[in-house]
């Protein structure tokens, strides 16, 4: 059983380009969830999904994220027009069916504005 | 608004000795509780949790954590620490209504030789 991995690990951008990041949740799972985490935060909670379904939006996510799960497996976080402030690590997790089953973790995906 | 609280930033504690890591809730309704582990520049890693039932919890490498109730709190304890316990702890909580984990700012334990 493989756990949850992100692609890429790390990524360096300049402010104004877009970036994406993609999670591959353990398989079989029904939920998906993608986390920021800023240098001695927590995880704050950004969206998830249900099978292929956006079900709940942080007020953090602003427009100029997207998140999508077209099939129901993996999953695509996009940034459009980055700025400084995005800089923050950018975790995924999926679970089965309900908030009271365990999220497991993937390695995160680490993002530099510049 | 719900909401996870670890009031130390850091803790220390010599090996061998007992150790604890503090986590309160304000949870509405019956609470899920949650405790992670983070060691550098990785995800978090799942220790135990708390959905029902026994008010202690056993998890991972040792780990417990008690469900008290009345002082809405559930820290993380373990009965002897290791140098290689030392990284950064996380408590989460959320409930039946809400679909995501809320999640403190995270306590980070230093065990020394």
């Known amino acids: 059983d493989t756990g949850v991995s992100q692609n890429p690990r790390h990524k360096i951008t300049k402010r104004g380009q877009n970036v994406t990041f993609r999670c591959d949740p353990i398989?079989?799972?029904?939920?998906l969830y993608w986390y920021r985490q800023t240098l001695g935060q927590g995880p704050e909670f950004l969206t998830y999904?249900?099978?292929?379904?956006?079900?709940?939006k942080s007020r953090l996510l602003s427009d100029r994220f997207s998140a999508e799960r077209p099939k129901g497996s993996f999953s695509t976080l996009e940034i459009q027009r980055t700025e400084q402030g995005d800089s923050a690590m950018y975790l995924c997790?999926?679970?089965?069916?309900?908030?009271?089953?365990?999220?497991?973790f993937g390695p995160g995906t680490r993002l530099l504005v510049l | 608004a719900q909401s996870v609280a670890q009031p130390e930033d850091q803790v220390k504690v010599a090996e061998g000795n007992p150790l604890t890591v503090k986590c309160t809730y304000s949870?509405?309704?019956?609470?899920?509780l949650f405790w992670y582990v983070q060691y550098p520049n990785r995800g978090l890693q799942f220790l135990l949790k708390?959905?029902?039932?026994?008010?202690l919890v056993k998890g991972s490498y040792g780990f417990e954590a008690e469900f008290n109730k009345s002082q809405t709190s559930f820290h993380l304890k373990k009965p002897s620490a290791l140098v290689s316990d030392s990284a950064l702890y996380f408590c989460?909580?959320?409930?039946?209504?809400?679909?995501?984990?809320?999640f403190g700012t995270g306590t980070r334990l230093q065990v020394f030789p």
């Open positions: 997790a999926s679970s089965s069916w309900d908030v009271q089953e365990t999220q497991y």
């Open positions: 398989s079989e799972h029904n939920r």
């Open positions: 999904f249900q099978n292929e379904a956006q079900l709940e």
């Open positions: 949870v509405s309704g019956n609470p899920y």
């Open positions: 708390y959905i029902t039932g026994d008010n």
């Open positions: 989460a909580g959320g409930n039946y209504n809400t679909d995501k984990l809320i």
